[in-house]
């Protein structure tokens, strides 16, 4: 056995393994992560006019206002990342919910809000 070419075969091996373990870790990270959901009235299941759906980041500048759609389904892309979840409309108690987004993932969060009868203003 030529033990000269060892070195040679282990220095291919290793490069070989770096190449594709960045190009692994591009792939990963150029999917972004998808977050969706619906909101309706927990009363009667019915839809909102206006839900409004705050995304803010932990660990990042990313802070997102988006609204539901008038069959209260929203959706959102997101990269990876820590975040707060906050979701609301007048007359209604929020609901908040933190979630670890990775990438490529997809996290459904659906709610019913409720009425705040302790807040409302007769």
Same mark, same amino acid.
């Given at each position: 056995?030529?033990?000269?070419?060892?070195?040679?075969? @282990?220095? %291919?091996?290793?490069?070989? #393994?770096?190449?594709?373990?960045? /190009?692994?870790?591009?792939? &990963?990270?150029?999917?972004? @992560?998808? %977050?969706?959901?619906?909101? #309706?009235?927990?009363?009667?299941? /019915?839809?909102?006019?206006? &839900?409004?759906?705050?995304?803010?980041?932990?660990?990042?500048?990313?802070?997102?206002?988006?609204?539901?759609?008038?069959?209260?389904?929203?959706?959102?892309?997101?990269?990876?990342?820590?975040?707060?979840?906050?979701?609301?409309?007048?007359?209604?108690?929020?609901?908040?919910?933190?979630?670890?987004?990775?990438?490529?993932?997809?996290?459904?969060?659906?709610?019913?809000?409720?009425?705040?009868?302790?807040?409302?203003?007769?």
């Amino acid at each position: 056995m030529n033990f000269k070419i060892l070195p040679r075969l @282990a220095m %291919l091996f290793a490069l070989m #393994l770096m190449t594709f373990n960045t /190009s692994l870790a591009q792939q &990963v990270k150029s999917e972004p @992560a998808s %977050l969706k959901g619906t909101v #309706l009235n927990a009363i009667d299941g /019915s839809t909102f006019k206006d &839900v409004r759906i705050w995304i803010m980041g932990e660990f990042s500048d990313t802070s997102l206002e988006i609204h539901a759609d008038k069959t209260g389904h929203y959706e959102v892309q997101l990269p990876e990342g820590y975040y707060f979840i906050l979701i609301g409309t007048g007359g209604y108690i929020p609901v908040c919910k933190s979630i670890w987004v990775l990438p490529g993932q997809t996290i459904v969060f659906s709610v019913r809000l409720s009425p705040d009868h302790e807040n409302m203003i007769d």
